[in-house]
Nanobody
Framework: QVQLVESGGGLVQPGGSLRLSCAASGINFSINIMDWYRQAAGKDRELVARIWRGGSTDYDNSVKGRFTISRDNAKNMVYLQMNSLKREDTAVYYC?????????WGQGTQVTVSS
């Protein structure tokens, strides 16, 4: 059974940093795309960052230059380094993967940016 488990969320002051991790287990097939989405209260879920198996990346304009997505294919893990955090980054962050056998979501981790 495929499981995605996120970690690393929490409370941070504006301007601070957090690193999110997502571990995918129960997978013995190729993961093509690994993403981070977020959903703020009262808003739709939105794509934050995406990384393809070969390492190419894409970012939402709101996080370009502040967030960095990376992955470890051998460990089936994806990371999101978040720097210069702003109050508007507050949301539940979800890990998502697209594989040859379907797409899967994690349960989410809360990130709160507040002084």
């Amino acid at each position: 059974q495929v499981q995605l488990v996120e970690s690393g969320g929490g409370l941070v002051q504006p301007g601070g940093s957090l690193r999110l991790s997502c571990a995918a287990s129960g997978i013995n097939f190729s993961i093509n795309i690994m993403d981070w989405y977020r959903q703020a209260a009262g808003k739709d879920r939105e794509l934050v960052a995406r990384i393809w198996r070969g390492g190419s990346t894409d970012y939402d304009n709101s996080v370009k230059g502040r967030f960095t997505i990376s992955r470890d294919n051998a460990k089936n893990m994806v990371y999101l380094q978040m720097n210069s955090l702003k109050r508007e980054d507050t949301a539940v962050y979800y890990c998502h993967i697209a594989t040859v056998r379907g797409a899967y979501w994690g349960q989410g981790t809360q990130v709160t940016v507040s002084s």
